[in-house]
């Protein structure tokens, strides 16, 4: 089961980006930011309590001119309706209750979402306390008194959040059926991929009751096997705004590769491989999902003897973070390649779950060492002491060392890539925690 999804709403200026980084700071919870998206942070990974959400800043618009305000808010709101399990509204108290917060209510009201009101800018209760009951207005429940600036009222208001989720998205899934989240920009056959599965296979398809609101899971049986396919085609409105319709399509990506264990990124052959392509494939690899590469619309690109390799090479370049990831060719329209897809999603999932033993583990360390030495500075080297798989999905190693701090990027880089020669893990991430002990407890 996904994390809950929850969503920030408000109007221009009232303080939603102050409060996304107030709830997804350190005061919180030990936070990680996505790298996949590079002009803006979207969304984040929190913890309250020990119940883990996702976070989802739907802010960022300021519009150019008064009468497309409007427009844009509800833009916004829409997208949050879509795509959240519980909404926080934001309003200005030194503003007051303007005309449009009372269009977003309606807008919310009407989605049967829980929605928590944050009343922002409350830097003083002895002030401003009495302000925040005119925003029971709003018809929307209890107004919450907040400060983003400040910190102030942040526990109150987490607390009130989290008791709308619902406790299977608190619970671990018993269902242990491959999910495949089918992500990428809009148009690049993502819904032509799973219909061409669901008809070259001629199985029972349901529809199943999934976390995302209007994101079809789509039950698949190949060889006996059943496969849950998240498609997140379909999903996105209408849009004149680029950047509106950028965020949508980030936003609804993160709701699908939560739920997912290997993500399919779906590249147009034709438009080749984008800046957005990019920022998907980084919520699937900081996340730790399997990913496999599917370049789609294969059959309508003019080829020669060296297209493939310098189609690759390109999408390597691109997703440099991500040289693991399987790649295949593929043509949603004319079936090329499709059922090949089963294959590299059952290899993911046998590397994701792949475990080696301490003993083999450290064999490869100090061969690694051996062949370069580790770094050092002012005079002190770089100690490896120790190396154990802890988890799987994905597979997380703990490497002890002498000093953490010298642990340079280059080489625990060196050491995944000594791994990888010897297991191979392609198709998914390899995650390290470097842990520090001193020499005398060897």
């Not at 819904?191 to 029972?204: E, Q, Y």
């Not at 690899?285 to 003897?305: L, Q, S």
């Amino acid at each position: 089961m996904s994390k809950p999804i929850v969503a920030i709403v408000g109007r221009p200026n009232v303080g939603k980006s102050t409060l996304f980084n107030a709830l997804a700071g350190e005061t919180i919870s030990i936070v990680k930011d996505t790298p996949g998206v590079t002009r803006d942070r979207i969304y984040a990974d929190c913890t309250w309590l020990n119940m883990n959400f996702t976070l989802i800043d739907t802010g960022g618009i300021e519009p150019d001119s008064k009468d497309i305000i409007l427009s844009q808010m509800r833009e916004q709101a829409q997208i949050a309706i879509d795509t959240a399990d519980v909404i926080i509204f934001i309003v200005d108290v030194r503003q007051g209750l303007v005309d449009s917060d009372s269009k977003v209510a309606d807008m919310l009201r009407r989605s049967g979402k829980p929605v928590v009101l944050a009343v922002n800018k409350v830097d003083s209760f002895q002030k401003y306390g009495n302000d925040v009951y005119e925003f029971y207005n709003l018809g929307i429940g209890d107004p919450m008194g907040v400060s983003a600036a400040s910190r102030l009222g942040i526990g109150d208001l987490l607390d009130e959040v989290t008791k709308h989720f619902r406790a299977e998205q608190l619970e671990e899934t018993e269902d242990d059926r491959p999910r495949v989240a089918i992500v990428g920009k809009p148009n690049v056959g993502k819904s032509s991929i799973i219909n061409k599965l669901i008809g070259a296979n001629r199985v029972i398809v349901s529809d199943i009751a999934g976390t995302t609101r209007d994101a079809v899971d789509t039950e698949v049986i190949h060889d006996k096997t059943e496969y849950i396919f998240i498609d997140t085609a379909g999903l996105r409105r209408k849009s004149k705004i680029k950047e509106d319709l950028e965020r949508y399509s980030i936003i609804r990506t993160v709701s699908a590769v939560e739920r997912a264990d290997v993500v399919v990124l779906v590249i147009d052959a034709v438009e080749g491989v984008t800046e957005q392509d990019a920022k998907i494939a980084g919520i699937a690899h900081d996340r730790g999902k399997g990913i496999i590469v599917a370049v789609n619309k294969w059959d309508a690109v003019e080829k020669t003897d060296k297209t493939i390799y310098e189609y690759t090479k390109k999408i390597q370049d691109t997703l440099s973070f991500m040289q693991y990831a399987e790649m295949i060719f593929i043509s949603a329209a004319t079936g090329q390649r499709l059922p090949k897809l089963f294959e590299l999603i059952d290899v993911v999932r046998q590397n994701q779950n792949m475990r080696i033993a301490t003993g083999v583990l450290n064999e490869i360390m100090m061969e690694a060492v051996a062949l370069q030495q580790p770094p050092s500075d002012k005079g002190k080297r770089l100690k490896l002491f120790y190396m154990t798989q802890v988890a799987v999905k994905p597979p997380t190693f703990v490497v002890f060392v002498n000093d953490k701090e010298l642990m340079h990027f280059s080489y625990m880089r060196y050491l995944e890539n000594k791994i990888r020669e010897t297991f191979g893990f392609r198709g998914t991430a390899l995650k390290f925690l470097i842990r520090e002990r001193s020499g005398k407890e060897q």
